[in-house]
């Protein structure tokens, strides 16, 4: 039986765990993703103090690399037509004649770049002795899925491949591009990575009404609980959504970060079985 966890963001590491910070400002990947000692050496060290300090066995902490996929054709669309007339009308349709978002939409040209972007940003910041994450989550919209591999390529570790779990995507329902494709279709476009156990065929979730906020924050928290059940690596990659991200954030205790397109931003969290 699961055990019950609550989590904190131990705050105070990166420029983006101040209240103040304006995502436009520092931008999608900023130099040393927003690590305030311009150090990752200095910052295992403190994670590896955190982690040895720590009496309690029901307290853990992780590292977590939380990445929005790159530009998408709906959010091509959402930036043509404005958020009130995708919401009412356009992202109910599949396409508009010219741009296909629906279901299920690719990266653009300008979204895969920033994925790219992304991944040498990586590489920056491997030169520096970031840590490379241990384990790979994402969604499994193939805009995320993309992403992690443009973002990832040449760094990502044979085994264990990235995992893929339901409980990663953007809210889900009544928006054409938040459907996702069948198992079999992911399965055949991204044979590199893997299944979460009981993954579906077809997409359960979908429904004409739109997940409520109070839903994502649940999944959200679903994710960390299974991390933190079974994973006893430190640092760990999770490429998503604007949406999910924001849940994930709330669970840790954040406030809202409107992470851009192709954006990496980083949280050290504590967990703690109640």
């Excluded at 295992?44 to 040895?52: G, H, N, R, T, V």
């Excluded at 959010?75 to 629906?102: C, P, S």
């Excluded at 994450?133 to 990235?162: I, M, N, Q, W």
Aim: glycine share 8%; proline share 6%; with cysteine.
């Amino acid at each position: 039986m699961s055990v019950r966890r609550k989590y904190e963001a131990i705050r105070g590491f990166f420029d983006q765990d101040e209240p103040s910070a304006v995502p436009t400002v520092i931008g999608p990947t900023p130099e040393f993703f927003g690590l305030k000692s311009r150090s990752w050496p200095k910052l295992i060290a403190e994670i590896d103090e955190l982690c040895s300090k720590s009496s309690d066995p029901g307290v853990s902490y992780k590292v977590f690399f939380f990445g929005r996929h790159g530009e998408g054709f709906h959010n091509a669309a959402i930036t043509q037509y404005g958020q009130q007339a995708w919401d009412e009308k356009w992202g109910l349709l599949d396409g508009d004649g010219k741009l296909i978002w629906g279901p299920d939409p690719r990266l653009t040209a300008i979204g895969e770049d920033q994925a790219r972007n992304a991944h040498a940003a990586w590489k920056r910041e491997i030169a520096h002795g970031i840590p490379v994450p241990h384990k790979f989550y994402c969604s499994p919209l193939k805009r995320a899925l993309r992403t992690l591999e443009l973002t990832f390529e040449g760094f990502l570790p044979v085994d264990p491949k990235p995992i893929i779990l339901e409980n990663c995507r953007e809210h889900y329902g009544r928006h054409s591009c938040d459907k996702r494709s069948t198992r079999s279709a992911l399965q055949s476009e991204f044979p590199n990575f893997v299944f979460e156990e009981g993954f579906e065929e077809e997409d359960v979730l979908y429904s004409a009404e739109r997940e409520t906020e109070a839903n994502l924050q649940r999944r959200a928290k679903l994710v960390l609980d299974r991390i933190f059940e079974k994973d006893d690596d430190t640092y760990i990659s999770v490429t998503a959504h604007c949406g999910w991200i924001r849940g994930a954030l709330h669970t840790i205790g954040r406030e809202i970060y409107e992470l851009p397109t192709g954006g990496t931003i980083v949280a050290v969290v504590k967990g703690t079985v109640i």
